[in-house]
């Protein structure tokens, strides 16, 4: 009789498995606590942590600001460009280097101040040259590996959209979206992946949708995930990974070569730019290390940007503005709600995660670790439109609103997942997997923090501590740290403004006052992020620290009608 040899790898031990599960919250809820024990016995400690923390905040809250308008830029920049015409720039580079430099001259000789640097005026004149001289340095980059350019014309891509039980008003605009697109729509390829849970009205819309837009496109159909697969929990990663392969069998029937498709995921609201992928298509086969991407569009939760009530405008906002302020430090960006990667890569990571609740952010690390530690996401400035939180009531909508918040706060369980492959995979150099395991616990311990101290602790040594409250340091500090914070708070007069020159135009529905009302909703972003975001986290941490694993929550989709 045979007898297995495999043993588990002491990383994977439960006991190790626990500690690394506990270790976020515990930490969290010890830097929530100390500043309450050590306002009793040394609140000058605390004192000049609290000076030191708001200094480092406002520091940090200009660097994002600064990242946001520079985020902004290359959006709406990129958004001007015609990415179906670049793409023939990697088919003959030197055809087009040589036209951009003629082009150059000719301007310079028409207008010889072009190519000066005018700090106090921007000529039209000045700014085509700008762009001309960009379009060499890329043109440029392109000659330097021509080598490994593919060829854009067999680029295909490939949209698994995965739903659950989301009604027609909401699956409709999304499925049309992708007939709206300015690409060859014979190489567009769509998968509605559907859950078999989800009943039978959620099949009947989905194969009406293959009905209605299936001939538009190289390939579309309709794949139903079965309920209780073995080795899955429920959840968007099994579905997906089902519909994943059946892509990869109807794409190795059709001889397509799997480096070849770029596979795109969307949940049911998620709705293209008109660009989305003729820039995606530029950005795969320029790149030497395609395989080795993911490409990660802006989220833009502007659907029903209008129709949503004010703290949830305000949440969907900042998530919209996190990534693209994300998207300047792409060394800290991660897959997040629609993202894309080659189906090659798919197929080597074994699709996706189908037993976490957040695949988005999981498959990242699965890539990273599967590729010894060669994988980065590489941002594509164009915006992949998404729906804000909105349920039938106002009290439903803000559970709704925390549960969605919960379960991406639910990304700490990669924690003990990153920390385990790192221990196991000696491949990486140490210097690379600490400062991806550091990244990814600041993030979520500043998530769960940083709200909580900003608003509370510079109060708690004044009331904790009688003897201290006699000092001038006692009554200086919160005076000292509103000044601080008032100072930082001058950087989101950039975010109204980004906000409000970002948003999709008015509903007929709505007067023109409601402009004002979208400018005072930034009142409200103190207690969005305690009440919503930071209490989110909180609760995630802390359920994972007693091993009350999170189950999926499909976020309820509601459209609001004229």
């Given at each position: 009789?045979?007898?297995?040899?495999?043993?588990?790898?002491?990383?994977?031990?439960?006991?190790?498995?626990?500690?690394?599960?506990?270790?976020?919250?515990?930490?969290?809820?010890?830097?929530?606590?100390?500043?309450i024990v050590l306002s009793l016995i040394e609140p000058v400690w605390?004192?000049?942590?609290?000076?030191?923390?708001?200094?480092?905040?406002?520091?940090?809250?200009?660097?994002?600001?600064?990242?946001?308008?520079?985020?902004?830029?290359?959006?709406?920049?990129?958004?001007?460009?015609?990415?179906?015409?670049?793409?023939?720039?990697?088919?003959?580079?030197?055809?087009?280097?040589?036209?951009?430099?003629?082009?150059?001259?000719?301007?310079?000789?028409?207008?010889?101040?072009?190519?000066?640097?005018?700090?106090?005026?921007?000529?039209?004149?000045?700014?085509?040259?700008?762009?001309?001289?960009?379009?060499?340095?890329?043109?440029?980059?392109?000659?330097?590996?021509?080598?490994?350019?593919?060829?854009?014309?067999?680029?295909?891509?490939?949209?698994?959209?995965?739903?659950?039980?989301?009604?027609?008003?909401?699956?409709?605009?999304?499925?049309?979206?992708?007939?709206?697109?300015?690409?060859?729509?014979?190489?567009?390829?769509?998968?509605?992946?559907?859950?078999?849970?989800?009943?039978?009205?959620?099949?009947?819309?989905?194969?009406?949708?293959?009905?209605?837009?299936?001939?538009?496109?190289?390939?579309?159909?309709?794949?139903?995930?079965?309920?209780?697969?073995?080795?899955?929990?429920?959840?968007?990663?099994?579905?997906?990974?089902?519909?994943?392969?059946?892509l990869t069998a109807e794409v190795e029937k059709r001889g397509i070569?799997?480096?070849?498709?770029?596979?795109?995921?969307?949940?049911?609201?998620?709705?293209?730019?008109?660009?989305?992928?003729?820039?995606?298509?530029?950005?795969?086969?320029?790149?030497?290390?395609?395989?080795?991407?993911?490409?990660?569009?802006?989220?833009?939760?502007?659907?029903?940007?209008?129709?949503?009530?004010?703290?949830?405008?305000?949440?969907?906002?900042g998530n919209s503005f996190w990534l693209l302020m994300e998207t300047?430090?792409?060394?800290?960006?991660?897959?997040?709600?629609?993202?894309?990667?080659?189906?090659?890569?798919?197929?080597?990571?074994?699709?996706?995660?189908?037993?976490?609740?957040?695949?988005?952010?999981?498959?990242?690390?699965?890539?990273?670790?599967?590729?010894?530690?060669?994988?980065?996401?590489?941002?594509?400035?164009?915006?992949?439109?998404?729906?804000?939180?909105?349920?039938?009531?106002?009290?439903?909508?803000?559970?709704?609103?925390?549960?969605?918040?919960?379960?991406?706060?639910?990304?700490?369980?990669?924690?003990?997942?990153?920390?385990?492959?790192?221990?196991?995979?000696?491949?990486?150099?140490?210097?690379?997997?600490?400062?991806?395991?550091?990244?990814?616990?600041?993030?979520?311990?500043?998530?769960?923090?940083?709200?909580?101290?900003?608003?509370?602790?510079?109060?708690?040594?004044?009331?904790?501590?009688?003897?201290?409250?006699?000092?001038?340091?006692?009554?200086?500090?919160?005076?000292?740290?509103?000044?601080?914070?008032?100072?930082?708070?001058?950087?989101?007069?950039?975010?109204?403004?980004?906000?409000?020159?970002?948003?999709?135009?008015?509903?007929?529905?709505?007067?023109?006052?409601?402009?004002?009302?979208?400018?005072?909703?930034?009142?409200?972003?103190?207690?969005?992020?305690?009440?919503?975001?930071?209490?989110?986290?909180?609760?995630?941490?802390?359920?994972?620290?007693?091993?009350?694993?999170?189950?999926?929550?499909?976020?309820?989709?509601?459209?609001?009608?004229?």
């Amino acid at each position: 009789m045979a007898t297995s040899t495999a043993t588990t790898h002491w990383a994977d031990e439960r006991w190790f498995v626990r500690l690394l599960e506990i270790f976020p919250g515990a930490v969290t809820w010890l830097t929530l606590t100390l500043p309450i024990v050590l306002s009793l016995i040394e609140p000058v400690w605390v004192a000049y942590f609290i000076i030191a923390f708001d200094l480092y905040w406002m520091i940090k809250s200009f660097r994002l600001s600064i990242n946001l308008i520079r985020g902004y830029r290359r959006l709406h920049l990129a958004q001007k460009l015609n990415w179906s015409a670049r793409l023939d720039w990697l088919k003959d580079p030197d055809k087009f280097i040589v036209q951009n430099e003629e082009a150059i001259r000719s301007l310079v000789k028409k207008y010889p101040h072009a190519r000066r640097r005018w700090w106090w005026r921007d000529t039209p004149a000045r700014k085509h040259f700008r762009l001309l001289r960009d379009d060499q340095e890329q043109l440029a980059t392109l000659m330097a590996h021509r080598t490994t350019l593919m060829d854009p014309d067999t680029v295909y891509h490939a949209v698994v959209v995965a739903t659950y039980n989301e009604s027609m008003d909401t699956l409709d605009p999304s499925i049309r979206s992708l007939t709206e697109v300015d690409f060859p729509l014979e190489r567009l390829m769509v998968v509605i992946a559907y859950e078999e849970r989800g009943g039978a009205e959620i099949e009947a819309n989905v194969k009406e949708l293959i009905r209605r837009y299936g001939d538009k496109f190289g390939l579309a159909m309709a794949v139903k995930h079965p309920y209780g697969l073995e080795g899955e929990i429920i959840g968007k990663g099994g579905n997906i990974t089902y519909a994943g392969r059946r892509l990869t069998a109807e794409v190795e029937k059709r001889g397509i070569d799997p480096e070849h498709v770029v596979v795109t995921t969307f949940d049911s609201d998620h709705r293209a730019s008109q660009n989305y992928f003729a820039y995606l298509s530029y950005l795969y086969a320029s790149d030497p290390n395609r395989i080795h991407k993911s490409f990660q569009p802006i989220p833009m939760f502007y659907n029903n940007i209008w129709d949503v009530p004010a703290p949830m405008r305000v949440i969907a906002t900042g998530n919209s503005f996190w990534l693209l302020m994300e998207t300047m430090r792409p060394h800290r960006l991660r897959n997040f709600a629609a993202h894309a990667q080659s189906l090659a890569a798919l197929i080597a990571t074994d699709y996706w995660s189908v037993t976490t609740i957040v695949e988005d952010g999981h498959q990242f690390w699965r890539t990273y670790f599967t590729y010894d530690g060669d994988h980065e996401v590489v941002p594509v400035f164009t915006p992949v439109y998404q729906d804000a939180v909105l349920d039938s009531t106002l009290l439903k909508t803000f559970k709704v609103q925390f549960l969605q918040l919960r379960r991406w706060a639910w990304g700490v369980s990669d924690f003990s997942y990153v920390v385990r492959n790192a221990i196991k995979n000696k491949k990486i150099p140490w210097s690379n997997k600490l400062v991806q395991i550091g990244r990814l616990f600041e993030g979520h311990f500043s998530w769960a923090t940083a709200p909580l101290i900003l608003t509370f602790v510079a109060w708690l040594p004044l009331f904790l501590n009688r003897q201290f409250s006699y000092q001038s340091l006692a009554h200086n500090l919160p005076i000292i740290t509103s000044r601080i914070l008032t100072l930082a708070s001058v950087t989101i007069a950039i975010t109204i403004f980004i906000s409000v020159i970002s948003l999709p135009p008015k509903p007929e529905r709505y007067r023109g006052w409601r402009f004002l009302v979208m400018i005072g909703q930034w009142s409200l972003l103190p207690i969005t992020s305690m009440c919503f975001s930071a209490f989110a986290a909180i609760n995630a941490q802390t359920r994972l620290m007693f091993g009350r694993y999170l189950e999926f929550y499909v976020t309820p989709k509601a459209t609001k009608k004229k």
